[in-house]
Nanobody, 125 residues
Framework: QLQLVESGGEMVQFGGSLRLSCVVS????????FGWFRQAPGKEREGVSC????????TYADSVKGRFIISRDRAKNTVYLEMNNLNPEDTGVYSC??????????????????WGQGTQVTVSS
């Protein structure tokens, strides 16, 4: 059983940066694709980014492309989401998720098997 714990969310000003962490326990990262998702009040959950189990195949939502970076540290068994040039539309609860998958990744939340509890990101204007 995989456990995921996110951290790093906080309130930040327009144009600021944050790095979210997702510490994984119960297994190594190597067999899983990972995704970062966010959900704003009254909106559906949105797939922000995902990376395949090698970390070499990566996709981003158009709304964050060029500003967010997904990465992983195998030694720390941790997946990161670096977020730059934040704006109020980035506000929401950010969650990481893992899918046992050999190839590729998807930003469709229904495909993921394991989820963290989420961390709140608030961007003030």
């Amino acid at each position: 059983q995989l456990q995921l714990v996110e951290s790093g969310g906080e309130m930040v000003q327009f144009g600021g940066s944050l790095r979210l962490s997702c510490v994984v326990s119960g297994n190594t990262l190597d067999s899983y694709a990972f995704g970062w998702f966010r959900q704003a009040p009254g909106k559906e959950r949105e797939g922000v980014s995902c990376a395949d189990r090698t970390g070499n195949v990566i996709t981003y939502a158009d709304s964050v492309k060029g500003r967010f970076i997904i990465s992983r540290d195998r030694a720390k068994n941790t997946v990161y989401l670096e977020m730059n040039n934040l704006n109020p539309e980035d506000t929401g609860v950010y969650s990481c998720a893992a899918e046992l998958r050999n190839y590729g990744c998807a930003r469709n939340p229904s495909q993921y098997d394991y989820w963290g509890q989420g961390t709140q990101v608030t961007v003030s204007s």
